[in-house]
T-cell receptor, first 113, second 112 residues
């Protein structure tokens, strides 16, 4: 079953605006990761935030994690047309053995020039 | 480094045929996984391996078989293809759990 669900399912913004997408998950986690997927391509890792961290930055990306609400948000500042892609959250569940990185259903972001 | 390499990129099968999707990584990662991606479903885990000789089932293993004889390779076998297996398949590898995953470019499979 899907561990994470992203919200919104689709987002369209103007170049230069900020984009915020959210992820909710169901079980306790060790970490939460965000990935980007350009159309027809493989997923590319963006950022990993551990369960004991609340916020992390990487360039124009800012990720927050609220383990009490089982939710995370990804903020992309000053968006560019090249940011057009699908974004997925993924979690490593706490207490789970093996390689069970579980993905959400994704947010499709369109950045208009 | 090539990273994670999947072959073929595209494949059309007839119902009942079998085939093997290839995946190779050159990063000496212990963990490798196969996912399928369907519209609106995100990525679902089919099988995974935490090292050579060790494999286990994911969320949707039925109709698929895997083996891991070397660290580098993790092939996915479709035993008897069905239209429900029409999907995009991704292979991923990572050093261990709780680290970032590296993905191949995907195999788009159509079963008619």
């Amino acid at each position: 079953s899907q561990q994470g669900e992203e919200d919104p399912q689709a987002l369209s913004i103007q170049e230069g605006e900020n984009a915020t997408m959210n992820c909710s998950y169901k079980t306790s986690i060790n970490n939460l990761q965000w990935y980007r997927q350009n159309s027809g391509r493989g997923l590319v890792h963006l950022i990993l935030i551990r369960s004991n961290e609340r916020e992390k930055h990487s360039g124009r990306l800012r990720v927050t994690l609220d383990t009490s609400k089982k939710s995370s948000s990804l903020l992309i500042t000053a968006s560019r047309a090249a940011d057009t892609a699908s974004y997925f959250c993924a979690t490593d569940r706490a207490g789970s053995s093996g390689d069970k990185l579980t993905f959400g259903t994704g947010t499709r972001l369109a950045v208009r020039p | 480094n090539a990273g994670v390499t999947q072959t073929p990129k595209f494949q059309v099968l007839k119902t009942g045929q079998s085939m093997t999707l290839q995946c190779a990584q050159d990063m000496n990662h212990e963990y490798m996984s196969w996912y399928r991606q369907d519209p609106g479903m995100g990525l679902r885990l089919i099988h995974y391996s935490v090292g050579a000789g060790i494999t286990d089932q994911g969320e949707v293993p039925n109709g698929y078989n895997v083996s891991r004889s070397t660290t580098e390779d993790f092939p996915l076998r479709l035993l008897s293809a069905a239209p429900s297996q029409t999907s995009v398949y991704f292979c991923a590898s990572r050093r261990r759990e709780n680290t970032e995953a590296f993905f191949g470019q995907g195999t788009r499979l159509t079963v008619v």
